[in-house]
């Protein structure tokens, strides 16, 4: 299984610049992206990874890019954050999904901020996504953008 090795390093190598937590799981995180999959697809172009719903934007490569980085049409509170040069990595993803809501209002220090993303994870589920979701992303060598 190389390649489930070099996704593993990869996964790695990014989390070892992590102080908060534990290296998360990919394949435990792949099975908890069920909770996503109403609103989220994951699509390297046609490539489609992971088929779901199209009510939030296309999450592949999302560890490493900028906030409200898609073509999606987001929140005004999702692109003030991305304005802010904020750039999605698996700590500030597994701070994020834990209260979604309350992450954005405090991050912009604005308590009228409304992200339309709503769902929550616990935060090992939340890193075990982050893992997966690196996994299957671009490799992080490529500068997020
Ligand atoms: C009911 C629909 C819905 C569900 C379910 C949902 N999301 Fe979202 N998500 C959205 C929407 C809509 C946005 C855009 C939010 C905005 O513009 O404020 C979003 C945005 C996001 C973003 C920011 C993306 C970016 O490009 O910056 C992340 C990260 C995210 N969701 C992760 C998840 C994860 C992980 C799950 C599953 C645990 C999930 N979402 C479940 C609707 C959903």
């Known amino acids: 299984m190389t390649v489930r090795l070099s996704f593993a390093s990869l996964i790695a190598l990014a989390l070892t610049t992590l102080p908060l937590h534990a290296e998360g799981d990919p394949e435990a995180g792949e099975k908890a992206f069920k909770k996503c999959r109403a609103c989220h697809t ?3 172009g ?6 779901g ?18 073509d999606f049409r987001y929140s005004s509170a999702m692109q003030a954050l991305g304005e802010t040069g904020f750039v999605w990595d698996a700590e500030n993803f597994t701070e994020f999904m834990q209260d979604p809501v309350g992450f954005v209002k405090t991050t ?4 009228g901020a409304r992200t339309r993303m709503t769902q929550k994870l616990k935060a090992e589920d939340a890193a075990d996504v982050a893992a997966w979701l690196a996994s299957v992303g671009p490799a992080p060598t490529e500068s997020g953008s």
């Open 108 to 111: 912009l220090d604005d308590n």
């Open 53 to 70: 719903g199209k009510a939030g934007p296309n999450l592949y490569g999302l560890i490493g890019r900028p906030a409200a980085g898609t």
């Open 42 to 44: 994951v699509a390297d």
């Open 46 to 51: 046609d490539r489609v990874i992971f088929k």
